[in-house]
């Protein structure tokens, strides 16, 4: 796990501070790198290099990595399946020089092209450099795991892991109304190419992009490599023991690694597979730590589900509890990790639990971001799987609202409002602190594309994976991991394991009431049932009501200062909402200001 920081000059340019652009975007991903740094210039490209080692610790490791003086790449991220690749290559003919994944992907580049991306089962954003074509690659994994942007100014195009890397550049930082319309009505980002800043870009995940560098002010041209939908094609339903068996392996794969791994365990269906998993695959005396990060609040606290799976499974945990009051204190800290604005205040619980775990020797962490987008956890996805014309798809509602956390009527009023548009329409305009002139100037295609998808389940959940809830997800864990230098890693999402959830019949998702039922089967016959048949989802949250009690005047501080809230919000709206101590309501703003203060946004 990596940064990059990239420069392509027009040649036609007489400037020489390339270099030195490149050493900055460096230093200020360091921490996605503390193990290394490397540069190199090559005609009108510089690549620079933050290392964070993982496999092959040695200096073999380190990049700009170049191949036979003509390729050269820098690479963010990890190849799962660089041991079978790599045999693969050499009964080709072709000689290796070190042990890492990164050598794989240059020289299977070198032989496949980009075809190569289609073989890789990993997390990724690169850059490779054809020296004799003259030809930059970019791209990204097919979640997009792994983040990769770029900026075009003063003849450069430069290219980065994270946006703070790109902002020095920007003459004056503007921000993007479309996308901060979508934040604050909808709730959603990282949806498409665009950021919160409105001249620099997002590569899209399952793409990649190719740039002729010898024609000044050449444009990227675009290329999907992979669709979940292509994919699913003319293959059939597929068994469960098919889906644990791919699970058993993505699980594997992802302890390949030459530092200690861990797991990130809360003590739910996901996080709590995974190490049981995890712990069936260890060799005896093989270590593995599990971190436990604990709720402020009694009735979220999972502390004890945690300590139960890890005496289980006889693995040592580390449990700890991030005081309130520190939490307020790193709103600035949070805004500059995660470069824009972000969902919740539950990104700090995630920020400070990576904190704790780069305090001890673990450099690799599983997690289970992604099972709830395969295998339709969520429980606002029963609204989905609910058939109206059946009367025993209706019946199931009230076993639904029995084992989940959520009422009979809730699931009715979830049933119409993520189904109608124009209902959907009408609660947002009124429960959004929103001026109206700046809602009827906005394009509604969003709310359109998520009314659209919920009729269907499988549309649902590839919409949902592709560009509506998990790409934002992603941006929080890459950003809260990298901050504290540590490598996440996310079974649920290998690619061959995705597909398979997609194909499953819905009794598999969700049947007589359970979500995720396959994956509770699946910790039933790991004697885990206590842990299986539990009702209510957690999630790890901010102490909001001590933030309310004591801090309510500094959010409104912070909302008041932000010119972007009084150009278009209704600040009394937003005060409203303060006194009602709706922090889930009122976050967006605190957020929005938050960020436009920390990036100078004009």
């Known amino acids: 796990m990596c940064g990059l920081s990239v420069c392509v000059q027009n040649t036609s340019s007489s400037s020489s501070d390339s270099l030195q652009i490149v050493k900055k975007m460096n230093l200020i991903s360091e921490h996605r790198g503390p193990d290394g740094e490397g540069l190199l210039q090559t005609d009108n490209i510089t690549l620079g290099h933050r290392r964070l080692a993982i496999i092959d610790l040695s200096k073999n490791g380190n990049q700009p990595m170049t191949l036979n003086n003509r390729f050269h790449i ?80 003063n003849g450069r195009i430069l290219i980065s892991s994270e946006i ?9 930082v503007e921000p993007n109304m479309r996308v901060i319309f979508n934040y604050l009505y909808i709730r959603q980002e990282d949806y498409s190419d665009e950021t919160f800043f409105l001249k620099i870009k997002s590569f899209l995940p399952s793409h990649y992009y190719e740039l ?91 502390s004890d589900k945690a300590k139960f799976i890890a005496t289980k499974l006889s693995k040592n945990l580390i449990t700890f509890t991030p005081s309130s009051e520190s939490l307020i204190n790193q709103l600035r800290d949070i805004t500059r990790v995660q470069d824009q604005p972000f969902g919740g205040p539950s990104i700090l619980m995630g920020y400070n639990i990576f ?29 989905s799987f609910i058939n109206p014309t059946n009367l025993s798809s209706l019946l199931n509602i009230r076993n639904f609202s029995k084992k989940t956390s959520i009422s009979y009527m809730n699931f009715i009023k ?57 790409p934002h997800l992603l941006r929080y864990e890459d950003r809260n991991s990298m901050a504290s230098s540590i490598e996440s890693r996310l079974p649920f999402l290998d ?6 959830a997609l194909l499953l019949s819905l009794d598999s998702k969700i049947f007589d009431g359970w979500t995720k039922y396959i994956l509770r089967g699946y910790l039933e016959s790991n004697d885990l049932p206590k842990i299986a048949w539990q009702n209510k ?31 278009i919000c209704i600040e009394k709206e937003i005060k409203q909402l303060i006194k009602k101590k709706d922090i889930n309501k009122v976050w967006p703003y605190i957020s929005l200001a938050l960020w436009e203060k920390e990036f100078k946004v004009a």
Not at 164 to 172: D, G, N, R, S
Request: charged residues 30%; glycine residues 4%.
């Open 74 to 153: 820098v690479f963010n991220g990890e190849i799962y399946n660089y041991i079978e690749l790599k045999k693969e290559l050499i009964e080709l003919g072709y000689k290796f020089i070190t042990n890492t994944d990164t050598e794989v992907i240059l020289i299977g580049y070198s032989h496949f092209g980009t075809d190569i991306f289609q073989k890789l089962n990993g997390m990724w954003g690169l850059v490779i450099y054809d020296q004799k074509s003259k030809k930059l690659i970019a791209s990204r994994d097919r979640f997009g795991e792994k983040p990769l942007y770029h900026l075009s100014v």
């Open 495 to 500: 690619h061959n394991l995705v597909e398979k």
């Open 212 to 302: 002729d560098t010898s024609k000044d002010n050449a444009n990227f041209s675009e290329h999907r490599y992979y669709s979940i939908r292509e994919n699913l094609e003319n293959k059939r339903h597929v068994t469960e023991e098919s889906f644990i068996n791919s699970f058993k392996e993505s699980v594997k794969i992802r302890l390949r690694s030459d530092v200690p791994n861990g797991v990130l365990l809360s003590g739910g269906i996901d996080s709590s597979s995974i190490a049981a998993e995890v712990s069936s695959q260890l060799i005896e005396n093989d270590e593995i730590t599990f971190f436990h990060a604990r709720s402020f609040e009694h009735q979220n606290d999972e």
């Open 414 to 470: 979830y049933f119409f409002y993520f189904r109608s548009y124009n209902l959907r329409k009408f609660i947002l305009d009124r429960s959004r602190c929103l001026k109206k002139d700046f809602i009827n100037r906005q394009d509604l295609d969003l709310v359109k594309k998520t009314v659209s998808v919920y009729s269907d389940p499988l549309d649902l959940q590839i919409e949902e994976i592709e560009s509506i809830q998990l």
């Open 537 to 567: 989802k957690f999630g790890f949250e901010a102490p909001l009501n001590f933030w309310f009690e004591n801090e309510s005047n500094h959010f409104l501080n912070i909302i008041n200062n932000s010119n972007i809230i009084k150009e």
């Open 355 to 383: 904190k704790k775990i780069r305090e001890t020797s673990t450099k690799v962490i599983l997690g289970g971001q992604g099972a709830d987008e395969i295998l339709l956890g969520y429980e606002r996805y029963i609204s």
């Open 164 to 172: 703070k890397q790109l902002t020095p550049f920007l003459e004056k």
